[in-house]
């Protein structure tokens, strides 16, 4: 399977950035996926998840500012991400389990 990252790009601070992450394949069988990022220097961790039954898990910075979707009729997990902070800045990747990584979208936010 290919997951085609996109919806990165530069905003401000407290500005608004949706990332859709579209598969190759159908996503109804895929378990878990969801949205890791990697900023300079740093390892990668874990945004956000979404199981195929809707349950959801987000990292704790968060802090209810991003809500991740899925739409098994498209094949495609959202990252909807409001209040942008600076600190967000980072290459995000969108994650299933059990397949490669594919490429990732930056996301770079403004002071």
């Known amino acids: 399977v290919q997951l085609q990252a996109s919806g990165g790009g530069l905003v401000q601070a407290g500005g608004s950035l949706r990332l859709s992450c579209a598969a190759s394949?159908?996503?109804?069988?895929?378990?878990?996926m969801g949205w890791y990022r990697q900023a300079p220097g740093q390892q990668r961790g874990m945004v956000a998840i979404i199981s195929n039954l809707n349950s959801k898990e987000y990292a704790p910075f968060v802090e209810g500012r991003f809500t991740i979707s899925r739409d098994n009729s498209k094949n495609t997990v959202y990252l909807q991400m409001n209040s942008l902070k600076p600190e967000d800045t980072a290459v995000y990747y969108c994650y299933a389990f059990g397949y490669p990584w594919g490429q990732g979208t930056l996301v770079t936010v403004s002071s």
């Open positions: 394949v159908s996503i109804d069988g895929i378990g878990i």
